[in-house]
């Protein structure tokens, strides 16, 4: 258990549709960083909040967009899904800006039809 | 693009070590090697980290080269538990650098 849970755990769309999925951040830290997996490969970056702002982002298109809450909760939204969106979504904590480990949760699986 | 080059997949006798080897000839000065592993359909588990001195915790230890330009984690007795794919990262210093993974080694432990 490292204290990040994310809801829901699985999850169908259908394309073009919109998606919320959540994250809450385990006690004391600030930072919220979330991955796509895809099967067979490692996670992707997508980006990550520190205290409500975003500083940091990967490859990924405008219609993934999060929001980070003042209680370091989070939320990732993907606009107009497409087939490809269909993966493991996981979020991570970390306590600050300092090297430190980071915290997952057991991830969101997607599925877009 | 990660910056590690990993063995694909190993085998390890339950009981004995497991030596899980990283190229990171790449890595610069500030940067650290961090070993994350991934169970079956569950988040990346963080397992150690360092910066150029061997470090050991309650799951493995980290052995890192002097030039720092390679590293190998060592789990001294696998069990079945530890079968799962073992993830070695190099990160900056900065808190705002993300995690990036490359495939990993599909570590598995026999009986």
């Known amino acids: 258990e490292t204290g990040v849970t994310q809801s829901p755990t699985h999850l169908i769309k259908t394309r073009g549709q919109q998606v919320t999925l959540r994250c809450s951040s385990q006690s004391g830290h600030n930072t919220v960083s979330w991955y796509q997996q895809a099967l067979g490969q490692g996670p992707q970056f997508i980006f990550q909040y520190y205290r409500e702002e975003e500083n940091g982002r990967g490859n990924f298109p405008p219609r993934f967009s999060g ?3 003042p209680n370091y909760s989070s939320e990732l939204n993907v606009n107009a899904l497409e087939l490809d969106d269909s993966a493991l979504y996981l979020c991570a904590s970390s306590a600050g800006q300092q090297n430190t480990e980071a915290f997952f949760g057991q991830g969101t699986r997607l599925t877009v039809v | 693009d990660a910056k590690t080059t990993q063995p694909t997949s190993m085998d390890c006798a339950e009981g004995r070590a497991a030596n899980l080897p990283c190229n990171h000839s790449t890595i610069s000065g500030n940067e650290y090697v961090y070993w994350y592993r991934q169970i079956h359909s569950q988040g ?3 397992i150690i980290h360092g910066l150029k001195n061997n470090e050991t ?9 002097e030039d720092r330009k390679s590293s190998t984690l060592i789990l001294p007795h696998a069990t079945l538990r530890d079968t799962a794919v073992y993830y070695c990262i190099v990160r900056g210093r900065s808190g705002n650098t993300p995690l990036v993974f490359g495939k990993g080694t599909r570590l598995s432990v026999i009986a």
Not at chain 2, 57 to 65: D, H, K, R, V
């Open chain 2, 44 to 46: 990346p588990q963080y």
């Open chain 2, 57 to 65: 915790n309650e799951m493995a230890s980290l052995i890192i080269t």
């Open chain 1, 67 to 69: 929001l980070q809450f």
